[in-house]
């Protein structure tokens, strides 16, 4: 059985950092696409960074490039997600998603991954 179990989320003030944590179990990080997304209160869920199965590259929305970094620990099985320079837009609740060989195409939507988390709060006030 698959689970991604996310945390790290809080509240903090603009401008503070956090790092957000995806443990998975039943599927090893470094053989699926592992991707962060968030979503406001009454918004669709959008894209924040991946890192994929091949050759771990990685990818950013807008709106995070040079702010937050995606990164992998194959031994811990974790991917996380630091994000500093925090600003009242980024409050969301952050899932992170697998996807069994994700193409690149499919990196930035909902839909190119297979398993979810439950999602972790971050609530950054001004």
């Known amino acids: 059985q698959v689970q991604l179990v996310e945390s790290g989320g809080g509240l903090v003030q603009a401008g503070d950092s956090l790092r957000l944590s995806c443990a998975a179990s039943?599927?090893?990080?470094?053989?699926?696409?592992i991707g962060w997304f968030h979503q406001a209160p009454g918004k669709e869920r959008e894209f924040v960074a991946a890192?994929?199965?091949?050759?771990?590259?990685?990818y950013y929305a807008d709106s995070v490039k040079g702010r937050f970094t995606i990164s992998r620990d194959n031994a811990k099985n974790t991917v996380y997600l630091k994000m500093n320079s925090l600003k009242p837009e980024d409050t969301a609740v952050y899932f992170c998603?697998?996807?069994?060989?994700?193409?690149?195409?499919?990196?930035?939507?909902?839909?190119?991954?297979?398993?979810w988390g439950q999602g972790t709060q971050v609530s950054v006030s001004s």
């Open positions: 998603a697998a996807g069994d060989r994700t193409t690149p195409q499919r990196v930035g939507g909902p839909l190119g991954y297979d398993y």
């Open positions: 039943g599927l090893t990080v470094s053989s699926y696409t």
């Open positions: 890192v994929t199965w091949m050759g771990a590259r990685t």
